[in-house]
């Protein structure tokens, strides 16, 4: 993303060069779709459409805003009419007082009947069948939204729910006047932009991934194509997905900056840290339908880390596209979810139920929402989700080690693994014949295995200190992809606050560990662990300034009592400009009571404002536990 004065000059650079086409005969000129009015024309221009022949145009707002001006010339590639869309059965319009005079009667037709906002609590209840809800970012807040989303998931076909927003009430505007929009039927192209898989193409969608990133100009394979609907799939945060050295990019250079809130590197006049000639601006896709399959690329208001005007979602609506999905939080989205997409794109089904429906397997929650009209095909059923011992610690220990040393965790260069491999041989000789062992009392085997896991715990955690990136570190993702999801979720309390569900992911394999995790719709994974392993929380303030200090508490609950490490890491790209007090340190662990650990991280004056996390981790009989927390570091005053 560019700096404020730069914004201009680089969007026009970013938009690639048309080659000169021959001259065609005269064409007969294309009806509008789209009428911009002014704002005291705006209520009898909706009165004029809604009541006069489906040929006539939709009035929209553009004043003030040459990005939504220029989103029409985009849509006039993607839609070659208007009609009356099927209504929702209800609707529900939050904050009406803010909106411009003649926007409430466009909207009015898009539901048979609306709710008042008091009311949504009986949605799901006495009030059922599928629900629009309408209104400005500002107001898509964790309540009452979380409730709508955990009410109706894995209901569709009994419940459906859908929204319409946009930064600001022109905005809004666009994107309620884009459903009356159809969409060109010779418009057929479907692509998936991924950079965390290789699938195959199918169903005639065209795919690239991280090899064409490499030999292809993604940005003019994007911009300068019209698409149906196109899917960008990569990691990035709320303002941003990784397409290799290519970026979708939320900045709308129109939008103001709300300096008060946290916002990239860009927002503080810091280049971007992506190449900046590999920025494809959202808002300037010719799609139809934008699928951000990334996590964090449509947080709710409150959740938000960074300021509107760099956030991807919002900067899609933004666009032409009439239809947009984004992920609330989280997701696991992988092959299976893009190979279901492929499929339900080439038969015109509904991409955000595919979606939540493939990730059902896998999440307690909704991962994506539907920012527009469902399709014809949306609000299918969703499918079910893909539900004399020796020393307990001796068992424990076992498990660990046949997961660590029999899965693909490790590699088998891993210079853990012969240490390991001899620990097992003595675990497998101990549940074997422990009664057998003259020489050897449950006592003495007890003592042994312990000395054993303090040595192999210290080793690990020195291999995570030094190496956060090591193989050991990667079981999370590891251990559930080879998992089921337990139907049993528990209501807990993020260590930001705000409601977080608490949720297990079993093994579908001996030799796989099941994984407990904890999401919190604005942290995101709180905390991983491996069920029987330490419990962790991370406190610390909000933001830090650059030379600053940030004091981290880390609460711990040990799995036993005895002897734990625990230490704490930060992203590769802060590491050069931090220092962390105590890298590692072992403490003695309770299981009856939480200890409190304290952390310092420090920071170079010369630190880039922007948002990080930090890692908190703890190691205890060869299970690591993390917990992790987000901050923000913030220019220094003066």
């Not at 409150?302 to 005007?309: F, T, W």
């Not at 977080?500 to 709180?526: E, I, K, N, Y």
Request: overall charge neutral; proline content about 10%.
């Amino acid at each position: 993303m560019q700096p404020a004065d730069t914004e201009q000059r680089t969007a026009a650079r970013r938009s690639p060069a048309q080659p000169a086409q021959p001259a065609q005969p005269a064409q007969p000129a294309q009806p509008a779709v789209f009428r911009p009015v002014a704002p005291d024309e705006l209520p009898s221009a909706v009165r004029e459409f809604l009541d006069g022949p489906a040929a006539l145009p939709v009035p929209v707002l553009v004043d003030g805003r040459p990005d939504l001006a220029a989103s029409i010339e985009l849509a006039a590639r993607l839609y070659d009419r208007t009609g009356r869309p099927a209504p929702l059965d209800h609707g529900v319009l939050l904050g009406p007082g803010e909106l411009p005079d003649g926007l409430a009667g466009l909207v009015r037709p898009l539901a048979r009947t609306w709710l008042s906002p008091d009311d949504l609590h009986r949605f799901g209840h006495e009030v059922r069948g599928t629900l629009l809800v309408v209104g400005t970012y500002q107001h898509l807040c964790l309540d009452p939204v979380r409730e709508l989303l955990q009410r109706t998931y894995r209901r569709a076909g009994e419940l459906g729910l859908s929204f319409l927003s946009g930064r600001d009430p022109h905005s809004l505007l666009w994107n309620v006047a884009k459903q009356y929009a159809d969409v060109d039927d010779a418009l057929t192209r479907l692509g998936i932009f991924t950079d965390t898989d290789r699938p195959a193409p199918a169903h005639d969608v065209r795919v690239y991934d991280d090899r064409d990133f490499a030999r292809l100009d993604i940005q003019a394979e994007i911009l300068g194509s019209r698409w149906r609907k196109v899917v960008f799939q990569g990691h990035g945060k709320d303002d941003s997905i990784n397409l290799g050295d290519f970026t979708i990019c939320g900045l709308n250079p129109v939008a103001p900056r709300e300096t008060a809130l946290l916002g990239p590197r860009c927002a503080y006049g810091l280049p971007c840290y992506k190449p900046e000639d590999k920025l494809v601006p959202l808002h300037r896709v010719a799609a139809a339908e934008v699928v951000l399959s990334a996590c964090n690329s449509g947080p709710l208001a409150d959740l938000a880390l960074y300021d509107p005007r760099y956030q991807v979602l919002l900067n899609a609506l933004d666009g032409p596209a009439r239809t947009v999905a984004s992920a609330v939080s989280v997701h696991d989205s992988d092959r299976p979810e893009n190979a279901a997409w492929m499929r339900a794109a080439a038969t015109a089904e509904d991409s955000v139920d595919t979606l939540n429906a493939s990730l059902a397997g896998s999440h307690p929650y909704p991962a994506f929402m539907r920012f527009g009209l469902p399709g014809p095909a949306a609000g299918r059923p969703a499918p079910p989700p893909s539900d004399h011992r020796p020393d307990a610690l001796l068992l424990t220990v076992g498990t660990r080690l046949a997961a660590l040393l029999t899965g693909e965790l490790l590699p088998h260069n891993q210079p853990l693994r012969p240490r390991l491999a001899k620990l097992a041989r003595k675990v497998d000789l101990w549940v074997a014949r422990p009664t057998q062992l003259a020489d050897r009392s449950a006592d003495e085997i007890r003592a042994s295995l312990t000395a054993d896991l303090q040595s192999l715990d210290h080793v690990i955690a020195r291999q995570v200190t030094e190496n956060p990136e090591t193989e050991l570190m990667n079981y999370p993702a590891h251990f559930g992809d080879r998992s089921y999801l337990d139907r049993d979720v528990d209501d807990v309390v993020c260590h930001c606050g705000r409601p977080a569900q608490r949720f297990t992911r079993r093994g579908l394999l001996p030799h796989v560990l099941d994984t407990v995790c904890v999401v919190c719709l604005r942290c995101g994974d709180v905390t991983f662990r491996v069920p029987g392993a330490p419990e962790l929380l991370a406190y610390a303030d909000d933001a830090v300034p650059a030379g600053g200090v940030l004091e981290v508490r880390a609460v711990l609950t040990a799995a036993r009592p005895g002897p734990v490490r625990l230490g704490l890491f930060v992203p590769g790209y802060l590491r050069a400009d931090t220092v962390v007090e105590p890298a590692v340190t072992k403490v003695k662990g309770s299981d009856k009571e939480a200890r409190d650990v304290t952390f310092r991280v420090r920071f170079a004056p010369d630190t880039a404002p922007q948002a990080y996390y930090f890692t908190v981790f703890a190691v205890q009989d060869l299970a690591v536990s993390t917990a992790r927390r987000h901050f923000g570091v913030v220019p220094r005053q003066g």
